[in-house]
């Protein structure tokens, strides 16, 4: 298993900002996960952050809006460019430790936008 | 189109009595199969997967799961529910290996526990 931290739990920002959220796992893994869960629906993925090379979003997702830093094999950043209140979500930071597709999820970091 | 299916929104059960929350899925492959569950204000945490072999699988907290193929299904099931149980339940599918982190989630199913 991993254990994961994200930073920060929550957060209330204004409308046009900007907010880097920071996942530290203790352990190096290759990959990393970004999964958006807004209110009242299920999780979806953002994108895959590997080490040393740009990350790979899903559809509907963009590296303008969603930009992911990954500098090492424990720790990822993403940051929600240019907030609007259609970003107000839950973050999830997640880790796979094995080939079986078993993830591994940090607490969360809860956005809420004004 | 790959999805899963959770037909339950909110379910209320009394402390003590059995559960069972539904999970159908699609999915043109093999499918991995995974129940997490997510406290108030909390990250989610595996209950239990399904890779291959028995298809009754146990899981953490005393729930387990069972695929059933024919009617592509996971239902996750505890015989005796306890007040701590109280969450939500997310039933998932991927295809593993090369794709693992590319899980798709069902809606979710809120639990509530009356005492």
């Known amino acids: 298993s991993a254990v994961i931290s994200q930073k920060p739990s929550r957060d209330i920002c204004q409308r046009g900002t900007s907010l880097t959220i920071q996942c530290q796992v203790d352990s190096q893994v290759t990959m990393m996960f970004w999964y958006r869960q807004q209110p009242g629906q299920s999780l979806t993925l953002i994108a895959t952050?590997?080490?040393?090379?740009?990350?790979?979003?899903e559809s509907g997702f963009v590296i303008d809006k969603f930009p992911i830093s990954r500098p090492n094999l424990t720790f990822s950043t993403l940051t929600v460019s240019n907030m609007s209140p259609e970003d107000s979500s839950i973050y999830l930071c997640?880790?796979?430790?094995?080939?079986?597709?078993?993830?591994?999820f940090g607490e969360g970091s809860r956005l809420t936008v004004l | 189109a790959q999805s899963v299916t959770q037909p339950d929104i909110h379910i209320t059960v009394s402390e003590g009595a059995s559960l069972e929350l539904r999970c159908n899925y699609s999915y043109g492959a093999t499918p991995y199969l995974f129940w997490y569950v997510q406290s108030p204000g909390q990250g989610l945490q595996l209950l239990l997967k399904y890779f291959s072999g028995d298809t009754l699988v146990q899981g953490i907290k005393g729930f387990e799961a069972e695929f059933k193929r024919s009617q592509s299904s996971f239902n996750l099931r505890k015989p005796s529910v306890h007040w701590s149980d109280a969450a939500e339940y997310f039933c998932a599918v991927g295809a593993g290996g090369g794709s693992q982190g590319n899980l798709i989630f069902g809606k979710g199913t809120k639990l509530s526990v009356k005492p």
């Open positions: 997640s880790v796979a430790m094995s080939g079986t597709g078993e993830l591994f």
């Open positions: 952050a590997n080490q040393g090379s740009e990350a790979t979003y």
